[in-house]
Antibody, heavy 114, light 112 residues
Framework: QIQLVQSGPELKKPGESVKISCKASGYTFTDYAMHWVKQAPGKGLKWMGWINTYTGKPTYADDFKGRFVFSLEASASTANLQISNLKNEDTATYFC???????WGPGTMVTVSS | DVVLTQTPPTLSATIGQSVSISCRSSQSLLDSDGDTYLNWLLQRPGQSPQLLIYSVSNLESGVPNRFSGSGSETDFTLKISGVEAEDLGVYYCMQATHAPYTFGAGTKLELK
């Protein structure tokens, strides 16, 4: 069955970096692009962008240009999200979702606190 | 960016009641390829979102047929014909016609 498994929760200090992984199984990884979606505590969903899992080309929404990097380990069917120079407002749950939004990971909670 | 306005923000229902959620878009979601990429998702408490309806009215595999979607261009509706306890949570409409993709603010379905 199709699954997206994400890495565990992270507690970071402002200015640090974090890398979240999303491992896909049950389908051919390179056939479907991957989205990243942010959900701040108690808030709604915000689309961050997507990565072409065949070419590795990322596309970022404007609010996520600069400190956010989407990458792949295609041989491991894994998509990664790296956030550098963390700020308090990066505290959120980050979801990966397959191209058609038909499958979602369970989310990775990132807490940024001094 | 496309703004999706969902109403009502909160919906109280009894089991078995039929309810509707509206989603209005700030611009037409009809794509140049002829499709309209308006989806509905449900996020149950503590869970990740689940796709219910895609392209306005297509029921995602495994989703009960008490869920239905309708609409066109800028005006869309999700209907639940006979609410069940497992339907409680927050419903989001989202559009994937225009980048950046955007979500409505959500409609929380509660038990009355």
């Amino acid at each position: 069955q199709i699954q997206l498994v994400q890495s565990g929760p992270e507690l970071k200090k402002p200015g640090e970096s974090v890398k979240i992984s999303c491992k896909a199984s049950g389908y051919t990884f390179t056939d479907y692009a991957m989205h990243w979606v942010k959900q701040a505590p108690g808030k709604g969903l915000k689309w961050m962008g997507w990565i072409n899992t065949y070419t590795g080309k990322p596309t970022y929404a404007d609010d996520f240009k600069g400190r956010f990097v989407f990458s792949l380990e295609a041989s491991a069917s894994t998509a990664n999200l790296q956030i550098s120079n963390l700020k308090n407002e990066d505290t959120a749950t980050y979801f990966c979702s397959r191209w058609y939004f038909d499958f979602w990971g369970p989310g990775t909670m990132v807490t940024v606190s001094s | 960016d496309v703004v999706l306005t969902q109403t009502p923000p909160t919906l109280s229902a009894t089991i078995g009641q039929s309810v509707s959620i509206s989603c209005r878009s700030s611009q037409s979601l009809l794509d140049s390829d002829g499709d309209t990429y308006l989806n509905w998702l449900l996020q149950r408490p503590g869970q990740s979102p689940q796709l219910l309806i895609y392209s306005v009215s297509n029921l995602e595999s495994g989703v009960p047929n008490r869920f239905s979607g309708s609409g066109s261009e800028t005006d869309f509706t999700l209907k639940i014909s006979g609410v069940e306890a497992e339907d409680l949570g927050v419903y989001y409409c989202m559009q994937a016609t225009h980048a950046p993709y955007t979500f409505g603010a959500g409609t929380k379905l509660e038990l009355k």
